[in-house]
């Protein structure tokens, strides 16, 4: 049995799902939720108690529990970013989870507080900073650098030698050539692709699809 105990932060579908990962696949066992007080809406979330994030000390010393940040990418990843700030200030171990499904491939460095779901491809030679998602099905190309703070959706692709500043956010089926360098806070939309350095800030859109002037049952497909 599991004698690793962990604490979530969060209370909401990440935290959720944050559960049921480390649960199914990996050697903790989670035994409470904690939000900030003024969040707090309910004693219990899946069964577990929510403490207050305030007395996060006092109930659960760092001595003996670990936390993870299971918290989304508003206000570009700076909620998740604060949180992970005070509590490594605070002195917890924040674990990384990598799925037992995917191919981690690389044997660089790679902070903590990762989330790396099932079917990533993590490519020889790619360093991993802290604090970032890797939602389910991307692939990060060899010799990339991702930093901190980040949210990589699904179906990414990251290709070779790309460098991801933090807090940056990558949409679902994005698609980012080699060599290039994603600047801090980039917003990637989903489906875009992008051949170039971007800007930092820079919030980059594909193009729209269209509605046809004809309806598919006037459509002939050989």
Partial sequence: MSNKKLIIIGNTSNAKLAQYYFEKDSE????????????????????????????????????????????????????????????????????????????FLTEESIGDNNLILEDNTIQPFVKIGSNNVFWSGNHIGHDGVIKDHCFITSHVVVSGFVTIESNCFIGVNATIRDAVTIARETLIAAGAIIMKDTEEKGVYLPARSTLFNKKSDEITIS
């Fill in 28 to 103: 903790y066992d989670v035994v409470a939720f904690s939000v900030n007080e003024e969040f707090i809406t309910d004693k219990e979330f899946m069964g577990l108690p929510v403490v207050a994030f305030e007395r996060l000390e006092t109930d659960f010393p760092a001595d003996q529990f670990d936390v993870f940040v299971a918290v989304g990418y508003n206000k570009m990843n700076k909620i998740r970013e604060k949180l992970y700030n005070e509590l490594k200030e605070k002195g917890y171990c924040l674990p990384n989870y990598i799925s037992s499904k995917c191919s």
